[in-house]
């Protein structure tokens, strides 16, 4: 029997196909599919013909349709809206990053949320890592001692639709991939930054987006260093991988090395400890992101990640363009 009526509330992310096949498959037992809804009906339309859905051409019917849940996938300059709009009809929410396109758009959403009191989940995938769950327990042990220094290198291919239109996306690489690695590294971390400084280049996309990001954040009390690399990559660069997260963390008592899709953390002591999960796919992550949600939803309890840290993450990166913009380090708030 179905728990869950379920729709999907803008289609332009490349992962609504992928939430559409696991809604069917893996949870179709749980999950009813109510259809789709995108304020391109166009859009919608090709989309719900392709999937076989229904799809609707107006937003209130969409959201009185006695829906429990939405999926936004739309651009990051429409999604503010859709947000808000699912808030305010008491739907729960699961949304892709970044929570919107600006500060005050964010701060909107969260203040709907907040007042709602319904469930919004960010799918920031990677929290739903084994791997990273597993490193992220070693490092609050302090298996590795006092935390020095976290590099992190997380890589995507230049995307071909349109994220890497400023007007559509709000931002190039630093929204697509680095809002992610922020997040990543405050959740594994446990601490927040206190200053951020950012470089950015455009080098494959031809002037229309920053493609090369190197981000330095200063964590905690004492300002531990962080280095993000969070370019967009070419089909040279990449040598036949699709994408790229691996973590590399200095402590006082040693090293760890997590390689997100070699599935494996490395700890290195006084000698070798080495941990490696079953083989990760991205079909994987979102399994694990939908039913992080569903539970979330079914128990009333806090999600894994929630509208505040879609906040907190938007709004480190809109320092960092600041910094780039200044040159100079930004201190955060």
């Not at 937003?59 to 936004?72: A, Q």
């Not at 709602?116 to 989940?121: E, F, G, K, Y």
């Not at 590795?144 to 007007?167: F, Q, T």
């Not at 931002?171 to 446990?190: F, I, K, M, S």
Request: charged fraction near 25%; aromatic fraction near 6%; include cysteine.
């Amino acid at each position: 029997m179905t728990s869950h009526r379920i729709g999907i509330m803008g289609v332009a992310h490349p992962r609504a196909h992928q939430y559409v096949e696991l809604l069917r498959g893996e949870f179709a037992s749980k999950v009813e599919l109510a259809g789709v809804f995108d304020p391109n009906t166009r859009k919608a339309r090709a989309f719900a013909e392709q999937h076989g859905l229904g799809y609707f051409a107006n937003d209130r019917k969409f959201l009185g349709s006695g829906l429990s849940s939405v999926i936004v996938c739309a651009e990051t300059v429409k999604r503010s809206s859709l947000l808000l709009q699912a808030a305010r009809a008491q739907i729960n929410i699961l949304c892709e990053p970044p929570i919107a396109s600006t500060l005050a758009e964010a701060k909107r959403v969260l203040s709907t949320v907040n007042r709602t009191r319904v469930t919004l989940q960010m799918v920031f995938l990677w929290r739903s890592a084994l791997v990273c769950r597993q490193l992220r327990l070693w490092l609050r042990q302090g298996v590795i001692g006092e935390l020095m220094m976290v590099n992190l290198y997380c890589r995507s291919p230049l995307p071909k639709d349109w994220r890497k239109l400023k007007k559509f996306s709000g931002g190039g690489a630093l929204l697509d991939n680095g809002v992610p690695a922020l997040d990543l590294v405050r959740w594994l971390t446990g601490l927040e930054p206190r200053s951020v400084y950012l470089k950015s280049a455009t080098v494959l996309s031809r002037g229309q987006m920053e493609d090369c990001v190197i981000m330095t954040l200063g964590m905690g009390d004492h300002k531990m260093p962080v280095c993000i690399d969070a370019c967009w990559t070419s089909e040279d660069e990449r040598e036949g991988r699709k994408s790229e997260l691996v973590l590399e963390a200095v402590g006082s008592r040693g090293t760890a090395r997590m390689d997100l899709f070699a599935d494996r953390v490395r700890i290195d002591r006084s000698g070798c400890s080495e941990t490696e999960m079953v083989g990760l796919d991205e079909r994987r992550l979102l399994c694990s992101v939908l039913r992080d949600f569903f539970d979330s939803v079914e128990h009333r309890a806090l999600p894994i990640s929630t509208a505040e840290d879609g906040l907190r993450s938007l709004e480190l990166a809109l320092l960092a363009y600041k910094s780039a913009r200044y040159r100079k380090v930004i201190p955060v708030p």
